[in-house]
């Protein structure tokens, strides 16, 4: 899920298909971390959190995956949908709270 | 009702004009927080509030000045608009160390 040189990270997946995108954060610190999905012109939608004594958790049709050894999060959707096409973020908490940083996003293109 | 609507969605302007972009969360939340998206979507924390009080004030040009009247509200004064200020401004809010809400940003362009 980090950005290559100008354009963001394209996931290109059929309707139906299950999707994966990846992220990595920087911080060993962080403890709190949550997906964001942000359709075309609207701020980012919460979709899934996780905290970092879990590894795992799921929710409606998505999954994340979280290896704190590699400073690595995943986000899985099953039977992804036209509408799940949107731009997907990764988030870390700042240790003391009061922000998030964001990773670069991907972009999530779901053809029929 | 929305939970956090800022003003305006769009704002068009010339340089060195100063402007000001409005915040508003109904969910009870103690922190508020503005994000500056830029053409390559990137999103950056430019400044936190927790209780009125300024917690995060990330490398941001003193051209930008927020205000919080009171913890519902954070406002965003830009002074002296450059080119480089086009982006869209988010603001969101939440309870300490839990996930944030967004408003639905401002596409501010500055010609």
């Known amino acids: 899920g980090e950005s290559v040189g100008l354009h963001l990270p394209t996931l290109s997946v059929q309707e139906g298909d299950n999707s994966i995108i990846n992220c990595a954060y920087s911080?060993?610190?962080?403890?709190?971390f949550i997906w964001y999905k942000q359709e075309s012109g609207k701020g980012p939608q919460f979709i899934i959190d996780?905290?970092?004594?879990?590894d795992k958790r799921q929710g409606q049709r998505v999954t994340v995956l979280l290896n704190k050894t590699v400073k690595h999060l995943s986000l899985q959707i099953a039977a992804t949908q036209p509408g799940d096409s949107a731009v997907y973020f990764c988030a870390e908490n700042i240790p003391s709270g009061y922000a998030l940083n964001f990773g670069k996003g991907t972009s999530l293109l779901v053809t029929p | 009702d929305t939970a956090v609507s800022q003003t305006p969605k769009y704002l068009v302007t010339q340089m060195g004009n100063d402007k000001s972009i409005k915040c508003e969360q109904n969910l009870g939340h103690d922190t508020m927080y503005w994000y500056k998206q830029d053409s390559k979507k990137f999103l950056k924390i430019m400044f936190s509030?927790?209780?009125?009080?300024?917690?995060i004030n990330e490398t941001v040009p003193n051209r930008f000045s927020p205000k919080s009247p009171d913890k519902a509200h954070l406002n965003l004064h830009i002074n002296s608009l450059e080119l480089g200020d086009s982006a869209v401004y988010f603001c969101?809010?939440?309870?300490?160390?839990?996930?944030?809400?967004f408003g639905s940003g401002t596409q501010l362009s500055v010609l």
């Open positions: 911080n060993s610190a962080s403890d709190y």
């Open positions: 996780i905290r970092s004594n879990m």
């Open positions: 969101a809010s939440s309870s300490i160390g839990e996930k944030l809400f």
């Open positions: 509030y927790n209780n009125k009080e300024l917690i």
